[in-house]
Nanobody, 122 residues
Framework: QVQLVESGGGPVQTGGSLRLSCAAS????????MGWFRQAPGKEREFVGG????????DYADSVKGRFTISRDNAKNTVYLQMNSLKPEDTAVYYC???????????????WGQGTQVTVSS
């Protein structure tokens, strides 16, 4: 089992940047593939991107490709989501998740953080 805690969210203006962090504790972090999801009010949780357990492969939703970057530091048990060129439509609660595959469906992930709010103002 692994516990996940996100941080780094907050308000930002259009075009700005934020870096989210997700700190893990419990079972060895390096055994998990990690995903980032987001959920806006009234909408379903959607895949943002994912990274394999050793960081060799990443995958992104088309809506964030070229603007967001996922990385991880297994020595620090942390995964990051660097978000650049933010748009109002990126406003959502952002969640990290741990699982044994990198997939775009939330059901593929076993553990979730509590989420961190990102609000992009125009």
């Amino acid at each position: 089992q692994v516990q996940l805690v996100e941080s780094g969210g907050g308000p930002v203006q259009t075009g700005g940047s934020l870096r989210l962090s997700c700190a893990a504790s419990g079972r060895p972090f390096s055994t998990y593939n990690m995903g980032w999801f987001r959920q806006a009010p009234g909408k379903e949780r959607e895949f943002v991107g994912g990274i394999t357990s050793r960081g060799g492969t990443t995958d992104y939703a088309d809506s964030v490709k070229g603007r967001f970057t996922i990385s991880r530091d297994n020595a620090k048990n942390t995964v990051y989501l660097q978000m650049n060129s933010l748009k109002p439509e990126d406003t959502a609660v952002y969640y990290c998740a741990a699982g044994f595959v990198v997939a775009s469906t939330p059901a593929a992930y076993s553990y979730w953080g509590q989420g961190t709010q990102v609000t992009v103002s125009s």
